[in-house]
């Protein structure tokens, strides 16, 4: 559980120490978002926006592997945060190459399903960082900040219906997995992402190299 951060006293030396003593939670931040449901609401009425959001969020099936990992929802957007110790512990989900793989299947199908206007697309951003603190400034809340939590914000600029936005830190992930199992030069979804990448994102003061995969279908 996150650390609770609440101290009266803005010069408190005692929060000095307690922010000190934090160690780092390594691992991965996801973005999703649900695209154009805001348009849908002003379309439509709540028994055909409501249906799709609901046959959406169901259909992203990888979140019933990591449902103590949603750290929260704001409108059709969530965040996950996975640190490194429990994706190892996980049964089938338990490598980063694996994660992007069930994500990419998540997206192929909802883009690709066979009966039309069930569902409403997605995009989605992830970044590996070990910049990331387990702490929250609300009580019995779990949460995550970090320097890590904010660049993986960012990259939802880039992102696109369909599209997964990855930071090069987690492909490098991705591929070094691969390349155990044997699959980095024959796997047809590694095949799809992008060149590299470099931007300038708001308050980031260098550069970040990312990579993308727009599905196809």
Known sequence: MATFIHCKNPLSDELGDQLRSIPECPGTCIFIDIINSTDLKYRTGIETWGRKLNNTFNFISFLNNFPENIVKGIGDEMMLYI??????????????????????????NIKNHP?????????????????????????????????????????????????????????????????????????????MVSPLYHEDFKGVPFPVAYRFIDLKG
């Open 83 to 108: 640190p490194d110790t429990e994706l190892r512990k996980k049964d089938d989900i338990n490598s980063y190459y694996a994660l992007l793989g069930e994500i990419f299947a998540t997206l192929d």
């Open 115 to 191: 009966i039309p206007d069930l569902f409403l697309q997605c995009k989605v951003a992830i970044h590996h960082s070990t910049d990331v603190y387990n702490i929250t400034f609300l009580k019995g809340a779990n949460d995550y900040y970090g320097r890590g939590i904010d660049l993986s914000a960012r990259f939802m600029q880039k992102g696109r219906p369909n599209r997964i936005v990855m930071s090069q830190d987690f492909y490098e992930l991705v591929l070094a997995d691969a390349k155990e199992v044997g699959k980095a030069e024959t796997d047809p979804m590694l095949k």
